[in-house]
């Protein structure tokens, strides 16, 4: 069975910081990797995605993800942070046209 | 492109009574739609997936005769909770899928795109 481990419930950054949301998975065969976020009262937004290629992955809104095999990561990063980045993130991972999500890490981005 | 839509957007009913929702897939055929469940602060929760023109497959622990789910065409899915609880209150979303193929062939994306959600409330 997959599953995906957000160990993060909050994040809290500086605007204009760099950030990072973690995420590790498991999963048998090849992962399909996505990040979302969720804004309160509102469905998810799609990020971006792995699914093959480049480990790097670079999605909306200036945010990007690094996959690292080895490691079994996912961790969604973005340079420099803005305060309307402050949202709810979920990581996923698509294995038999299902997604099982993370427990999802609240980003607080402060002025 | 690939828009899902859900209605109502938020709905208050009284204990007893049913409640549907709508999922729509509104510019592209989805032929399997998923059903989540949020509570406040948690992650979600897959309730049943949704093929058109079969059954719902249920996630172990949902109730199939409350929360009952038709999919009658390719574009659209419907959640009925069923004599409704207060403990049903909750955050709904549905979800669909590109199943990719056609005419030019599309890869399928993996991706499912996500309706706005609905809120329930029950009283």
């Known amino acids: 069975a997959q599953s995906v481990a957000q160990p993060e419930d909050q994040v809290n950054v500086a605007e204009g910081n760099p950030l990072t949301v973690k995420c590790t998975y498991s999963?048998?065969?090849?992962?399909?990797l996505f990040w979302y976020v969720q804004y309160p009262n509102r469905g998810l937004q799609f990020l971006l995605k792995?699914?093959?290629?480049?480990?790097l992955v670079k999605g909306s809104y200036g945010f990007e993800a690094e996959f690292n095999k080895s490691q079994t990561s996912f961790h969604l990063k973005k340079p420099s942070a803005l305060v309307s980045d402050s949202a709810l993130y979920f990581c996923?991972?698509?294995?038999?046209?299902?997604?099982?999500f993370g427990g999802g890490t609240r980003l607080m981005v402060k002025p | 492109g690939a828009v899902v839509s859900q209605h109502p957007s938020w709905v208050i009913c009284k204990s007893g009574t049913s409640v549907k929702i709508e999922c729509r897939s509104l510019?592209?055929?989805?032929?399997?739609m998923f059903w989540y469940r949020q509570f406040p602060k948690q992650s979600l929760m897959l309730m049943a997936t949704?093929?058109?023109?079969?059954?719902?497959?249920?996630e172990q622990g949902v109730e199939k005769d409350k929360f009952l789910i038709n999919h009658a065409s390719l574009t659209l899915s419907t959640l009925t909770v069923t004599s409704a609880h207060p403990e049903d209150s909750s955050f709904y979303i549905c979800?669909?899928?590109?199943?990719?193929?056609?005419?030019?062939?599309?890869?399928?994306?993996?991706?499912?795109?996500f309706g706005p959600g609905t809120r329930l409330t029950v009283t």
């Open positions: 996923a991972v698509n294995y038999g046209n299902m997604l099982t």
């Open positions: 999963v048998s065969g090849n992962p399909y």
């Open positions: 949704s093929n058109e023109g079969s059954k719902a497959t249920y």
């Open positions: 979800s669909a899928t590109y199943p990719g193929g056609g005419k030019p062939k599309v890869e399928s994306s993996y991706e499912q795109y």
């Open positions: 792995y699914i093959t290629g480049d480990n």
């Open positions: 510019d592209f055929q989805a032929t399997t």
